[in-house]
């Protein structure tokens, strides 16, 4: 890099005005962070007291992701197009959040309908092992009548030749 650029860079003012305006947007993505985290524990405690996620914290918080996101593209030089507020305020890109599924809890434990619908697939499987297990168990006990009589003498034979 010759030193004609290097003068030119430092001395040009837009770099020095872009500086100025990532200082401001650095400002301003602290505060979105701040909203973001009180949108989280709202969401939170509204889900803890109504039983499930409330749809304007929702569309809220997409709304503020996409400003955070827009404004680290902004500040790692990705775009030249400033954030808000010197453009729109980004709308959610989530029309309907209804397709969105709220955590329900069963015996303690979160899980949502896909996970209930897995666990409904794995007990029936577990239920039809343990049947099979106890017919096998009753068909055995049957047949191991003789056996047992033979592996007692067996046994008996065993302990008599190790006395000797």
């Known amino acids: 890099m010759d030193n004609d650029k290097l003068k030119h860079n430092l001395t040009s003012g837009n770099q020095w005005m872009r500086l100025l305006y990532m200082v401001l947007f650095f ?3 602290e505060l979105a962070a701040f909203v973001m985290l009180a949108v989280v524990v709202l969401q939170f405690l509204f889900s803890i007291i ?7 914290l929702r569309r809220l918080g ?3 992701a996409s400003y955070i996101f827009q404004t680290l593209q902004f500040l790692i030089y990705n775009t030249e197009e400033k954030p808000f507020p010197f453009s729109e305020w980004p709308e959610s890109d989530v029309e309907d959040l209804s397709r969105y599924e709220s955590a329900e809890e069963v015996d303690g434990e979160v899980v949502t309908e896909d996970e209930e619908v897995e666990e409904a697939i794995e007990l029936s499987a577990d239920e039809a092992e343990e049947e099979a297990a106890e017919k096998e168990t009753a ?3 049957k047949s191991s009548g003789g056996k047992k009589s033979s592996t007692s003498k067996k046994t008996t034979e065993d302990e008599s030749d190790t006395k000797e």
């Open 27 to 29: 400002f301003l993505l």
């Open 50 to 56: 109504s039983g499930g996620a409330n749809d304007n």
């Open 62 to 64: 997409d709304q503020i």
């Open 139 to 141: 068909a055995s006990g």
